[in-house]
């Protein structure tokens, strides 16, 4: 099977709406929390993003574009991966809320679980924070990746993951690029991971 890193903000709809404005951490959410794989137990509903500036004002893709990059999915986009037993995510019910202060309803955060070790570090190009770094917190750690490849028996009975060495990114199966693109869903992109 093969493996795709998304490309938010990608195949959008016209035009898109951004939201650039959250109350996220005001109600004491780091956003650091929804990369870590971990079910979270006191979600407050209240949680809410906005598109603050009339520009960015728009349609919603399914992968709703907002500025902290988390997957934020639409109703329809979660019926369908339920519907095909895509696995792996906490949906944290948000509201969305348009320039014009208008509520849109469905939209959750899917708070990825299956936070795994399946980066080859061998073959995929990357590079680390030294080890004199002014934040001790990530000296030694990944800074960056040029070219993710993935070991390929990691990866078996998932169809999403986050890296559990670089939690920044997520990735996907055909199986879920493909519910993807055969229903339409719009936000993102697709770009094929090497497997090893």
């Known amino acids: 099977m093969k493996w795709y890193q998304p490309i938010e903000c990608d195949n959008t709809v016209k035009n898109p709406l951004v939201c650039d404005f959250s109350n996220l951490e005001q109600l004491g959410y780091n956003r650091s929390v929804l990369k870590q794989g971990v079910f ?4 407050k509903e209240s949680v809410y993003f906005k598109a603050k500036k009339k520009r960015n004002e728009g349609e919603p893709d399914d992968a709703l574009q907002n ?7 639409s109703s329809s986009l979660i019926i369908a991966l339920d519907k095909n037993e895509i696995k792996g995510m906490q949906y944290l019910p948000i509201k969305v809320i348009n320039f014009n202060g208008d509520c849109l309803k469905g939209f959750c955060i899917a708070n990825i679980l299956n936070f795994i070790e399946a980066f080859d570090e061998e073959k995929s190009d990357f590079n680390r924070f030294s080890e004199d770094f002014p934040n001790p917190n990530v000296r030694g750690k990944i800074a960056g990746v ?15 993951i986050r890296l559990k060495e ?3 990114r997520f990735f996907v199966s055909q199986k879920f690029k493909d519910i993807f693109e055969e229903n339409g869903f719009t ?10």
């Open 166 to 168: 670089y939690k920044q």
């Open 67 to 73: 500025y902290l990059m988390l997957p934020i999915y």
């Open 146 to 160: 040029k070219k993710f490849v993935l070991k390929r028996k990691n990866l078996e009975g998932y169809d999403i």
């Open 40 to 43: 979270i137990n006191d979600w």
């Open 187 to 196: 936000g993102y992109s697709f770009i094929e991971v090497e497997l090893e």
